[in-house]
């Protein structure tokens, strides 16, 4: 890799949210991003989507002009710590670009945007199986989240909400 830019995307530049809605796609269709790639519906709309959104924010990587990776990063709030929180919900870098120091970069620049926040930790998921992110991650500095080691490091779950139910 040539040479690495990062800048944080404008959501009503409409060449910003068709690389945004590129990079995350390319993630959706790998194994890790679940392998199904976006709908149209949300490639055109994801922009504007998240223009709405109080506190989100993403970080495009581009390799010599060519989008290579992105962070998708949502405010959120630690009632522990009676402080702001930002919670990394989209890493992607692009399979040609994997150990090339683009995600160390990306986690790097996301952390200086959530200390001018006043953040008092960043967090985020990643798949079990996911090794090769995890040590990315735990490089980093993260790690597991417990309040005590007899219960157990916290775990992720979800439901997701049929939207024809009332």
């Known amino acids: 890799m040539t040479s690495l830019t990062l800048r944080i995307a404008d959501y009503h530049n409409d060449e910003d949210c068709a690389v945004l809605a590129e990079v995350l796609d390319m993630y959706a269709r790998d194994p890790m991003g679940g392998g199904t790639p976006l709908t149209a519906e949300v490639k055109s709309t994801l922009g504007p989507a998240l223009a709405k959104v ?60 959530a200390r001018e926040r006043g953040c008092a930790k960043m967090t985020l998921e990643v798949l079990e199986g996911n090794r090769v992110a995890q040590r990315a991650y735990e490089r980093f500095g993260f790690a597991g989240y417990e309040l005590d080691p007899t219960m157990g490091k916290a775990l992720f779950w979800q439901k997701s909400l049929d939207k024809t139910a009332p």
Do not use: K, W
């Open 54 to 113: 109080p506190g989100a924010v993403t970080l495009l990587a581009y390799s010599d002009n060519r989008p290579v990776g992105l962070i998708n990063a949502f405010a959120g709030f630690s009632t522990f710590d009676c402080q702001p929180l930002l919670n990394l919900h989209d890493i992607v870098v692009a399979p040609d670009c994997r150990g090339q120091g683009v995600c160390q970069a990306m986690l790097e620049a996301i952390e200086g945007i």
